[in-house]
């Protein structure tokens, strides 16, 4: 197995204290000699971490000793190397920017799908209640280029503040189906479910976990291509492993 563990993680929770929690994870984090990026904003937090086993692992059981992180639930994947180069620690105005400040998903989530489920429904061409299931990516254009669901819905945004405009604009097409947002870990997706919810999509569920947690729990059917991620292995095939064309090209 390589030898390098990664993990990305997000949690929308009120954080007034960002400023310290900074200054305490980035020591945290130096300490354990992880490498990556730590957002944090009022709104919550997001990481993308990477290192030896044993560190990742004690740093994240260090972060849940904090009750507002204790249910914390990383991704993990593994790389030969460490695919970042420094360890960032930055507080944002936002964990992901969508700038519209009514969506506060710490206040209360949209329902979600797991990732058999969504296997599920796509085999069958339906869900549960016999609708017609559509997937809609919400990640930029280049991201959904390097690999999306069969029949994604894709709205070429370039960034995510283009989604809810995009979202007014296509609105009609997503009437009488049941729409699963999704997108690399779960925290774009979060946000435009309680988006659509809010502008009267009635059928909407997240996919919970993003790409890479169907990828850990099914085959990775229906899906076509890899998973951009934002570090140095680009994209990850549907068993977690860095593209070997990528590799290549380093």
């Known amino acids: 197995m390589n030898p390098i563990l990664n993990i990305s993680c997000y949690k929308f929770v009120s954080l007034p204290d960002a400023q310290a929690l ?67 620690v930055k ?27 969504l296997r599920r429904w796509l085999a069958q061409g339906h869900d549960d209640a016999g609708r017609p299931v559509v997937t809609l990516d919400t990640r930029n254009d280049f991201e959904v280029d390097a690999g999306t669901f069969d029949g994604a819905i894709d709205w070429r945004i370039t960034k995510f503040t283009e989604f809810p405009p995009a979202l007014r604009e296509h609105k009609v097409e997503l009437a009488g189906k049941t729409v699963v947002s999704f997108c690399t870990g779960g925290i774009r997706c979060e946000k435009a479910a ?30 076509h291509g890899g998973c951009f991620v934002f570090d140095e292995r680009r994209v990850l095939e549907t068993d977690l492993s860095a593209n070997a064309q990528n590799a290549m090209d380093k």
């Open 22 to 88: 900074r200054e305490l994870l980035l020591a945290r984090a130096v300490a354990a000699q992880l490498k990556g990026t730590i957002l944090l904003a009022g709104e919550g937090i997001n990481f993308f971490l990477a290192g030896a086993a044993d560190a990742v692992r004690g740093f994240v059981a260090a972060l849940r000793e904090d009750a507002r992180f204790a249910d914390l639930e990383p991704k993990e994947s593994w790389s030969a190397q460490v695919p970042f180069r420094k360890m960032l």
């Open 91 to 117: 507080v944002k105005r936002e964990i992901i920017r969508m700038d519209h400040p009514t969506i506060e998903p710490g206040r209360g989530r949209a329902p979600s799908v797991d990732a058999p489920t």
């Open 194 to 223: 309680i988006l659509m919810r809010e502008e009267g999509v009635e059928h909407v569920y997240q996919l919970e976990g993003g790409i890479l947690k169907y990828f850990e729990q099914t085959d990775g059917g229906h899906y």
